[in-house]
């Protein structure tokens, strides 16, 4: 159990330092005794929600009530000790941040924490706090998660209500959190989904092929024995391709439909204050910006066919594990031009349960060359719990 208190000391550069957000959490519950912290997208009552650019935080005035997801765990009994960095309005995937910094990955001091959830998951992984909450778009829980060894769930979409959060692209958002073991994962999930995890049972896994094809070879050999664990935990598994297309052709598909929503988002506000973003940031804002109507409907309209299809493939109740990060973390401080490619890629494994709204979970189970990796799985939409219970059964089998 961590501190309860404001945090006071950061070593790990994982939190807003312009910030003292600090909420103690209910006498009793059963998140008592725990602390968590919440990346600068969630509203807590008195405080400007910084979004990760200075820009946003200037031009916004404090919040006037907690978000509901901030309220819910202190309700439960858990404390929150601050806020955590982002990626500017969540448009990132690797943590870096150029106006407030790079947070620590203390699981590989030499990488990135992953974005844009990177303060939470710094935090989380290096023990600052017990949890932390994150949201996830196109892969904000997810990929940090893999990265810094942690669980990590983006849950069915609109399963947790959204109130009081800055959103990028309302159809794909979603907030999850983060810890480092399943337990403590799972008292989370049960305040947050409103529910508990005993008697289900997941059966019939699915291994992604043209998933587990995107990966490193590394990364799909460090995975492997723990697909076999969880094959045998659920009797046997079966290999599909999800993506009769290409998972490249999914993955467009969300490009398209989340870049125009994250420009109606925040549109009106970029032309009005012309803020200062990261060249990466502004270049796809630009992109988005242009995107046609025509492109939009299109796109719309394979999303429903990619939903069918995964309907089709999760039906009685299976679950499909792919890999969660094609790699282990990248190095800090690479160019922009160099990631270009790693980022479509990851983009390729998140788009799968961005495009249906399917709950998917990160387990921090392997390795590679001494960097985390994440194996997911992901269920029909509702089966956030049976995930969770999933995660719980590896780790006492493990």
Not at 44 to 61: F, I, M, Q, R, S
Not at 176 to 203: E, I, M, N, Q
Not at 220 to 246: C, K, M, Q, T, Y
Request: with cysteine.
């Amino acid at each position: 159990m961590t501190q309860l208190g404001p945090i006071t000391e950061d070593p790990l550069g994982a939190f807003c330092s312009d910030s003292d957000a600090f909420i103690p959490g209910a006498d009793s519950g059963p998140l008592h005794g725990l602390t968590f912290a919440a990346k600068d997208i969630f509203d807590v009552a008195g405080y400007v929600t910084g979004g990760g650019n200075p820009d946003w935080k200037l031009t916004h005035e404090p919040a006037q009530s907690h978000a509901w997801v901030v309220n819910a765990l202190v309700q439960a009994g858990a404390a929150m000790v601050g806020k955590t960095l982002t990626d500017e309005l969540t448009r990132g995937i690797f943590g870096e941040n150029v106006h407030y910094g790079t947070p620590v990955n203390s699981r590989a001091p030499e990488c990135v924490p992953g974005g844009s959830s990177s303060g939470s998951a710094s935090a989380v992984a290096g023990g600052l706090v017990d949890l932390a909450l994150g949201s996830d778009t196109g892969g904000s829980v997810r990929v940090p998660a893999s990265f810094c060894g942690l669980y990590g769930l983006r849950p069915t979409h609109d399963r947790i209500p959204l109130d009081g959060i800055l959103l990028q692209a309302p159809s794909f958002d979603t907030i999850g959190w983060f810890a480092r073991d399943p337990a403590t994962f799972a008292k989370a999930g049960a305040v947050l989904l409103g529910s508990t995890f005993d008697g289900l049972h997941p059966k019939n896994l699915i291994i992604a092929e043209d998933a587990f094809q995107l990966a490193d070879p590394a990364v799909a050999a460090a995975l492997r024995p723990h697909v076999d664990l969880i094959a045998s935990l659920l009797g046997g598994s079966s290999n599909e391709v999800l993506s009769p297309r290409g998972l490249a052709y999914w993955s467009a598909q969300q490009q398209v439909l989340q870049g125009r929503e994250a420009w109606e988002s925040v549109g009106d506000w970029i032309d009005l204050v012309n803020p200062r973003f990261s060249f990466e940031v502004s270049e796809r804002y630009t992109l988005a910006k242009v995107i046609q109507d025509e492109a939009v409907e299109a796109a719309a309209a394979v999303r429903k066919e990619i939903v069918s299809r995964m309907d089709e493939v999760l039906a009685g109740g299976a679950i499909v594990c792919l890999p969660t990060t094609v790699s282990p973390a990248p190095m800090k401080g690479q160019r922009v031009s160099d990631r270009h490619e790693l980022r479509l890629k990851n983009s390729q494994l998140t788009s799968i349960a961005g495009l249906c709204g399917l709950p998917q979970l990160t387990l921090p189970v392997a390795e590679v060359d001494g960097k985390p990796v994440g194996l997911s799985l992901m269920a029909g939409r509702g089966g956030d719990e049976a995930l969770i219970a999933l995660a719980q059964n590896v780790e006492a089998s493990g």
